[in-house]
T-cell receptor, first 114, second 118 residues
Framework: AQSVTQLGSHVSVSEGALVLLRCNYS??????LFWYVQYPNQGLQLLLKYTSAATLVKGINGFEAEFKKSETSFHLTKPSAHMSDAAEYFCAVSDGQAGTALIFGKGTTLSVSS | GAVVSQHPSWVICKSGTSVKIECRSL??????MFWYRQFPKQSLMLMAT?????????EQGVEKDKFLINHASLTLSTLTVTSAHPEDSSFYICSLRGLAGETYNEQFFGPGTRLTVL
């Protein structure tokens, strides 16, 4: 079985500061890992994904994540936060099998103050 | 990537009525679609996997007679909440999955439908 744990339900940073959102996964097979962002009353937008290629994955809006197998982690970072980054962020895992859904973490709310 | 639409985006209904939510793939033929629900300030919980031309597969604890899923074509899946009650009020999101190429294993989400049952 697969699972995802997001440490910290709420993260607050100042504009321009480093953003670090933590995600640890559990999987018995090589995982596919994703980060999604959700703005209020909207669906999910893919930020980036890891699919067993490069361990450092660059996504949209300046976000990136590094897959660390030894730590079973896939933390999301952004060097400099912007006010528009305030949203809900979800880490998700898949086993890569056709027809299987994503398993989501509980989400982390990112607040950005000026 | 695929474009997924949902209709309606917001619906308010009286307790005891049934509500149908449509999930359409606008540019992608999806043999499999997924239905999630999301309560306020919570994560997405998978409700069921919708397979074109066959019965949906429901997750444990999800009542299949209450949440009727029909995947009649490669571009349309519907979720009907039957005899809705206030506790069914939630944000319902559908998604479909890429099966090949750059989008392999990526899921494309609809914008969601907010259901409020009075």
């Amino acid at each position: 079985a697969q699972s995802v744990t997001q440490l910290g339900s709420h993260v607050s940073v100042s504009e321009g500061a480093l953003v670090l959102l933590r995600c640890n996964y559990s999987s018995s097979v090589p995982p596919y890992l994703f980060w999604y962002v959700q703005y209020p009353n909207q669906g999910l937008q893919l930020l980036l994904k890891y699919t067993s290629a490069a361990t450092l994955v660059k996504g949209i809006n300046g976000f990136e994540a590094e897959f660390k197998k030894s730590e079973t982690s896939f933390h999301l970072t952004k060097p400099s936060a912007h006010m528009s980054d305030a949203a809900e962020y979800f880490c998700a895992v898949s086993d890569g099998q056709a027809g299987t859904a994503l398993i989501f973490g509980k989400g982390t709310t990112l607040s950005v103050s000026s | 990537g695929a474009v997924v639409s949902q209709h309606p985006s917001w619906v308010i209904c009286k307790s005891g009525t049934s509500v149908k939510i449509e999930c359409r793939s606008l540019d992608f033929q999806a043999t499999t679609m997924f239905w999630y629900r999301q309560f306020p300030k919570q994560s997405l919980m998978l409700m069921a996997t919708s397979n074109e031309g066959s019965k949906a597969t429901y997750e444990q604890g999800v009542e299949k007679d209450k949440f009727l899923i029909n995947h009649a074509s490669l571009t349309l899946s519907t979720l009907t909440v039957t005899s809705a009650h206030p506790e069914d009020s939630s944000f319902y999101i559908c998604s479909l999955r890429g099966l090949a190429g750059e989008t392999y294993n990526e899921q494309f989400f609809g914008p969601g439908t907010r259901l409020t049952v009075l």
